[in-house]
């Protein structure tokens, strides 16, 4: 039941940039703030983005967010091969009243 | 440090119950609303319920709403899950997961997860 839609998969060689959209609507993205999760196999989910474009203590400034109107982005400069992972975004839908996720985006180190 | 320990988890036949727990520790838990997501195994995630700092106000996902209950007791730092008429459809990891006051609905800290199997 994703309303935020993302990618199911992106790509790129090592010190690429990559770029992760993430779209919504008003009652989610265009008024909520969003979040992003990066999440290994295996592993609990970790806050890589919050707020649109706050990085959390500890996460690499190779990663970057933004927002614009009901969509939102997550960019990944520099690209690692440790940045393989699945990426989600998520922001509070107020006509839900509940947090959505996007269906995530998995990332690939060519 | 922050730390989330879920459990309660197991294999529980349809339209039984489940009773998840999870113990916080590291920050002060009164203060900090509190979710519950899910992930079925190699799918993606959901939000299942939330729960306000004083237990004031719950919100659920569609999918478990009237089916789920979700409560808190703040003198032993616990947040719970109660799944009754469970489904197959509940099947995954369930993770408890600590929203800061003023963090925008940011996960800032989750558990490792408890696994839920709804089967005959």
């Known amino acids: 039941q994703s309303v935020l839609t993302q990618p199911p998969s992106a790509s790129g060689t090592p010190g690429q940039r990559v770029t992760i959209s993430c779209s919504g609507s008003s009652s989610n993205i265009g008024n909520r703030f969003v979040n992003w999760y990066q999440q290994f196999p295996g592993t609990a989910p970790r806050l890589l983005i919050s707020?649109?474009?706050q990085r959390p203590s500890g996460v690499p400034d190779r990663f970057s967010g933004s927002k614009s109107g009901t969509s939102a982005s997550l960019a990944i400069s520099g690209l690692r091969s440790e940045d393989e992972a699945d990426y989600y975004c998520a922001a509070w839908d107020e006509s839900l009243s509940g947090v959505l996720f996007g269906g995530g985006t998995k990332v690939t180190v060519l | 440090q922050v730390q989330l320990v879920e459990s309660g988890g197991g294999v529980v036949q349809p339209e039984r119950s489940l009773r998840l727990s999870c113990i916080a520790s590291g920050f002060r838990f009164s203060n900090d609303a509190m979710h519950w997501v899910r992930q079925p195994s190699g799918k993606g995630l959901e939000w299942v319920a939330v729960i306000w700092y004083d237990g004031s106000v719950t919100h659920y996902a569609e999918s478990v709403k009237g089916r789920f209950t979700i409560s808190r007791d703040n003198s032993k730092n616990t947040v719970y899950l109660q799944m009754n008429s469970l489904r197959a459809g509940d099947t995954g990891l369930y993770y408890c997961?600590?929203?800061?006051?003023?963090?925008?609905?940011?996960?800032?800290?989750w558990g490792q997860g408890t696994l839920v199997t709804v089967s005959s």
């Open positions: 997961v600590r929203d800061p006051s003023g963090s925008g609905w940011a996960f800032e800290s």
């Open positions: 707020k649109n474009d």
